[in-house]
Structure formats: structure tokens, C-alpha cells
């Protein structure tokens, strides 16, 4: 598509290897990653990427994802520029989707707004956090939604309040084909200090219990209801367990660690033995977090 490079410039790039979009560090080349700065310009890719019959899909820090070794034929876009920015608005923080969410744990921190302590660590986007449903200790993102601003498929942009938004555990019911351009979180003034000590509490539990230095996707699986999948896992005797380069962490069970060059094929087929072996110690069929994507 000429028209992606004449439009975009060095904003398109093309054959991009995942391996260096996806924090997990694997996953075969995509078509094109291309970086869009507003609403007009993402409308504009999404509609010509569907004319030339390609697949698209919004790619946040793509810290959900597991992209295949054989990569992905269609177009990622990227919110960039000013769909990246983040801004405080007396008790809210507008973050645009392309934002980074620790640039949003920071922020807060610093102005003195409570309630997205539970975020720190947690690598993505804002318009990936939202869309993903992002959460710990607890808490989630959409609890903080006051609004999301929507790219619809029609091209239009709609502002919807958080609540109109059904949400669940890992899940937010966008409509199909949406795409988050910016989410407007409400929090509650505090104390700088008391926020950024609240802040490194969490960030200190996760550096106990997480791998948080190793290329992963952060847990691989859903806590079924009831129960932990990090501690199915390990009681079913899986950690340790390695394919290849990726080996399921010493430290979280419900982690896979990229030790250096594994293979999509690799995290799969550990997720595969994984599965089976919680299926059979436990009777408990394990639910994916994690998103794969790309062409099998
Ligand atoms: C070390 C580590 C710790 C983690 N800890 C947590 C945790 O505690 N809790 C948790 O929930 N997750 C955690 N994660 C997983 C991940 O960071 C979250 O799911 C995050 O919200 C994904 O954001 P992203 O921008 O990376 O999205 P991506 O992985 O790039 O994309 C995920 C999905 O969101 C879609 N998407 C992204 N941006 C948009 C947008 N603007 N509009 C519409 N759709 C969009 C993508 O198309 C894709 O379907 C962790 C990951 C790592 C590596």
C-alpha cells in the first residue's frame, strides 16, 4: 500500500519483527506498524487497510500478546504523538490510548491523586489497560473509567461514560472494532508522599512475587473463580518446566520467562503442557490472559 508511505512517511514501517514490539520479545514480522497522531489519520489507515482486504489491529506496548513466529499480514497501528499524551484535569487524569499507563502511575504520584497506586509495574498502554481491563491487587481499571472516547467503525468518535462499558475480570465489551483514543480516569486528591509511598508498597510486592526484570507477558492465564492459576500450576509441578528458551518462572508460576530466543512455537507448547498437566492434577481447564495473535 503506497498510500500508508506517502501518507505516513516514516511513521509506516514495514516487516517489523514483533520480537521488538511485544514484551515478551517474540513473534515473526508484521506487515506494517504504523504509528497514527489523531483520530482522522487512524480512521484513514483503518478504512484503506480494509480496502486493500489486510487485517489491522491496535497494538498498545504489546505487553498481552503472543504474536506468532510467522508474524502477522496486516497493518498494527500505534497511537502516537498526540494520542499519547497524558494531562491532569483536576481530580482525573486524561490519558490519551496511546499513553504509557506507568507514565499515568507517575503522574499521579507526583500531583497528589489516589487510586491507580495498583497500576505500577503493569507495562501497557492506557487504551490497552482499558481495553484488556487491566487490574491488581484488587482494583481495575474500569472501576476508575469516568469516560471512554471511542474511534467507532462508521469513523465516527463517540464519548461514552465508563459505565456504558460493560466490564468483567480481564474483559471490556468495546464495541467490536473500536478503538480506544483516550480514557478519562477519576481519582481522589491526597498527599504526594502518601500516594508515591502507597505506590512503591506495590511495586515492592510485585518485585517479591514477580519475575518483573524477564521478558514475559505477565500472567499467561485467568484466575479461574475461586483459586489462583499460579498456584495450580505449581501444585500440578510445573515450575521450571522449560521448551525450548521459554521455561515457566521460578519465582510465579502463572509467568512464562523468555530466557533469551524463544520461539512463539516454544511459549506455546509450554502453555500446551502446562494446561494439560493443571487439567490433569486438578480437573481445572486453564483460561488464556494472554492474547495470541498473528498467522499459525
Ligand atoms: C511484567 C508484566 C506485568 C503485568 N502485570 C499485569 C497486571 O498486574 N494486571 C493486568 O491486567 N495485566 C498485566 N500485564 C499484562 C499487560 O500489561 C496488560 O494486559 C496491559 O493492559 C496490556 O496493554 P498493552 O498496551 O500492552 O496492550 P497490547 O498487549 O498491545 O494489546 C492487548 C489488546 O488490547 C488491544 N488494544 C491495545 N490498545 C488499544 C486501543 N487503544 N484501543 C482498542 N484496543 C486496544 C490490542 O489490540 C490487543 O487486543 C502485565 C504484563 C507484564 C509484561
Not at 521488538?20 to 487512524?42: D, F, I, K, L
Not at 504474536?67 to 486524561?94: N, T, W
Not at 471512554?148 to 480481564?170: C, I, K, N, S
Not at 486528591?189 to 507477558?217: C, M
Request: glycine content about 12%; some cysteine; hydrophobic content about 45%.
Amino acid at each position: 500500500m503506497k498510500w500508508l508511505r506517502d501518507t505516513l512517511g516514516e511513521r509506516a514501517r514495514f516487516h517489523q519483527p514483533m520480537s521488538a514490539h511485544t514484551t515478551w520479545a517474540v513473534g515473526g514480522p508484521a506487515w506494517c506498524v504504523c504509528q497514527v497522531h489523531s483520530a482522522e489519520e487512524t480512521a484513514a489507515v483503518i478504512r484503506a487497510t480494509e480496502e486493500a482486504g489486510l487485517p489491522w489491529m491496535v497494538l498498545g506496548r504489546g505487553s498481552n500478546l503472543l504474536v506468532s513466529d510467522r508474524g502477522y499480514y496486516g497493518v498494527m497501528l500505534r497511537l502516537a504523538g498526540p494520542l499519547a499524551r497524558l494531562r491532569r484535569e483536576g481530580d482525573h487524569i486524561r490519558a490519551g490510548g496511546g499513553a504509557p499507563l506507568p507514565a499515568a502511575v507517575k503522574l499521579a504520584a507526583r500531583v497528589g491523586l489516589a487510586g491507580l497506586e495498583w497500576a505500577v509495574g503493569i507495562p501497557g498502554t492506557a487504551g490497552g489497560a482499558a481495553a484488556t481491563n487491566a487490574g491488581a491487587f484488587g482494583s481495575d481499571l474500569a472501576a476508575l473509567t469516568r469516560e471512554l472516547t471511542l474511534l467507532m467503525p462508521d469513523g465516527e468518535v463517540h464519548t461514552l461514560p465508563g459505565e456504558q462499558v460493560p466490564a468483567g475480570y480481564r474483559r471490556r465489551e468495546l464495541p467490536p472494532g473500536a478503538v480506544v483514543l483516550e480514557v478519562l480516569l477519576a481519582l481522589q486528591p491526597d498527599e504526594p508522599r502518601a500516594v508515591a509511598e502507597r505506590t512503591e508498597h506495590f511495586l515492592a510486592q510485585r518485585r517479591q512475587s514477580q519475575p518483573v526484570a524477564a521478558a514475559t507477558a505477565g500472567c499467561v492465564f485467568k484466575n479461574p473463580p475461586g483459586d489462583a492459576a499460579g498456584r495450580l500450576i505449581e501444585a500440578a509441578g510445573c515450575k521450571g518446566l522449560a521448551v525450548g528458551q521459554a521455561e515457566v518462572s521460578a519465582r510465579h508460576a502463572n509467568f512464562i520467562v523468555n530466557r533469551g530466543r524463544a520461539s512463539a512455537r516454544d511459549v506455546l507448547a509450554l502453555i500446551e503442557q502446562v494446561r494439560r498437566r493443571v487439567r490433569e492434577a486438578t480437573g481445572v481447564e486453564l483460561e488464556l490472559e494472554v492474547e495470541v495473535v498473528g498467522d499459525a
